[in-house]
């Protein structure tokens, strides 16, 4: 069944959750101690997860929830041709109330080449589960390198903008839906009066929905020029293939230019030079129209003659990307 998405991102609850550790403090063991009641190892993409539980009470089996890990994976597997790193932890904490919360991934901690700790409430849901869209965020993290403080919009950008893309990928969401929560959610990353460029604005909005709206202008970009050969799956595939995964510390050019040479194109690069340090608004009602996305009522519709038509159809084809 396909799951119909929370509001996503609103407010700043997910910004202190969902964030990777700074470089300076890579490998640094967490102050947390939590007894592991179980665990369980699966295996999705070529990868090994370990899925331990924290102690206390879930309505839910602990199968139902790996369960819900399992399709997470899946949905980045897909996207990334296979899981972005060998093998991960993931840590669930079980807490009060309902719903999932507080997801935060890590590179190199406690030996682990990444280690995710989620909370999931004790009265959560099968439904809740299945429609959760932070453990896939979660785990798109793990498929680009540590970079630099300042360049942190990019690792949230890429999350926020490949998590629906992947889900849709593996039938897991509908791809009207994703449409239009982008037309609702994407001008939250506009600059403001007196706001700079993605490395010079470190606010909530210009961090995420900034730096997806940066993705959706390469992916459309790189279609453009590559005649819809590659898009910005290949160029963060690529960049995962050259070993450029949470595990290691990057800069940002040369990560952009790993990408850059798996499309063939220089679009990352340039387009990082042109919104790094300056302010530059998007076109989205522009961009909208040119995609041939039409939003009516609250629902979408397409337009099958727009100009960049087939662009807005590669970019959420599945690939043959096998899952294991």
């Not at 590559?226 to 960049?239: E, P, S």
């Not at 063939?264 to 009602?285: E, K």
């Amino acid at each position: 069944m396909i799951g119909r998405r929370r509001l996503l991102y609103t407010g700043f609850g997910l910004a202190a959750g969902s964030v990777l550790m700074p470089r300076f403090l890579r490998g640094f063991q967490p102050p947390w101690r939590d007894t592991v009641a179980d665990s369980k190892t699966i295996s999705v993409g070529g990868a090994a997860l370990q899925v331990d539980f924290g102690a206390g009470d879930l309505d839910l089996s602990h199968d139902a929830v790996v369960l819900w890990v399992r399709r997470a994976a899946e949905a980045v597997s897909r996207y990334y041709g296979r899981f972005p790193v060998l093998s991960m932890r993931v840590l669930v904490l079980p807490s009060s109330g309902k719903g999932v919360h507080n997801g935060t991934t890590w590179g190199n901690v406690g030996g682990s080449p990444a280690f995710t700790r989620i909370r999931v409430s004790e009265h959560t849901t099968a439904e809740q589960l299945r429609d959760d869209w932070m453990m896939t965020h979660e785990f798109v993290h793990t498929g680009l390198p540590s970079l630099p403080e300042q360049n942190h919009w990019l690792e949230e950008g890429i999350a926020v903008y490949v998590e629906p893309i992947a889900r849709v990928q593996t039938g897991q969401l509908s791809e009207e839906l994703v449409w239009r929560d982008m037309i609702r959610d994407m001008p939250q990353g506009q600059p403001l009066a007196g706001e700079s460029g993605l490395d010079r604005t470190n606010t909530w909005g210009r961090t995420y929905w900034g730096g997806a709206g940066f993705c959706l202008l390469a992916d459309v970009e790189i279609r453009k020029q590559t005649q819809n050969r590659k898009g910005l799956q290949d160029a963060l595939r690529g960049i995962v293939g050259a070993g450029g995964t949470i595990a290691h510390d990057w800069e940002i050019v040369p990560t952009l230019r790993t990408g850059d040479s798996a499309t063939g194109t220089q679009v990352l690069t340039q387009l990082y030079n042109r919104m790094c340090d300056t302010a530059v608004p998007i076109d989205f009602d522009g961009l909208w129209k040119q995609l041939g996305v039409v939003e009516s009522n609250g629902g979408i519709s397409y337009d099958a003659n727009a100009p960049l038509a087939g662009a807005r159809q590669a970019i959420f084809a599945k690939s043959g990307a096998k899952i294991a």
